[in-house]
């Protein structure tokens, strides 16, 4: 039986490496967006959800091995700070639901300010109105983990680059800058 994998948010930078990836070992992977992705590879199924509905959530990871969570707001501090707290619960709530083991991708901003290595000891201590709301989600999430019997990893990142990166700052922002301030000879 071929291994299952959800990825919430596929058409993002992330999300759209990482179904590449999944498919080229060999799972079966659920390519999932708020508007339904446009993937055409083998073993790849494009599926839209409102991310709203918990019966959605709940349907589209059932059965699969491991659920990614990548989804993306816009970089707006209101929507933040009234989207993340009910959108994490309803995913919390559909990942035990469904029994899936679940990835949350995170970013450092619940770490706040930082002297010396980040960790996975280092505390949350946002700095920042978006710090809080991500430290808002991780506790959320290792409370469930603690309480409610929910499988879950969360791995986070400072910033993101590589081939067809476009809106990391020191993905091809910076990259081809330099490339066109080079003379090859």
């Keep these: 039986m071929n291994k299952i994998a959800t990825v919430l948010g596929a058409s993002g930078n992330i999300g759209l490496l990482l179904v590449a990836r999944l498919g080229k070992l060999g799972y079966e992977v659920r390519a999932v967006g708020r508007t339904k992705p446009h993937f055409s590879l ?30 993306g707001l816009k970089y707006d501090t209101a929507l ?21 083991k679940f990835v949350f991708f995170d970013n450092v901003y619940g770490y ?6 980040m960790t996975e000891q280092t505390p949350l201590n946002p700095t920042s109105k978006k710090g809080a709301v ?7 999430l290792v409370e469930a983990m603690q309480n409610q019997g929910l499988q879950a990893v969360v791995a986070r990142c400072a910033d993101f680059y590589g081939p ?18 080079q003379t090859f000879e």
Excluded: C
């Design 164 to 181: 067809g990166i476009t809106s990391s700052v020191i993905g091809e922002r910076f990259f081809s800058q330099i490339l066109k301030a």
């Design 112 to 117: 706040g300010l930082v002297t010396g290595e």
């Design 42 to 71: 083998p073993g790849v199924t494009n599926i839209a959800v409102d991310y709203d509905d918990i019966e959605q959530l709940t349907q589209v990871m059932q059965d699969s091995d491991h659920t990614y969570m990548l989804i």
């Design 134 to 140: 991500r430290a808002q989600m991780n506790t959320l």
């Design 80 to 100: 933040w700070q009234s989207t993340w707290t009910g959108l994490t619960t309803r995913l919390i709530q559909a990942a035990i639901a469904s029994h899936t």
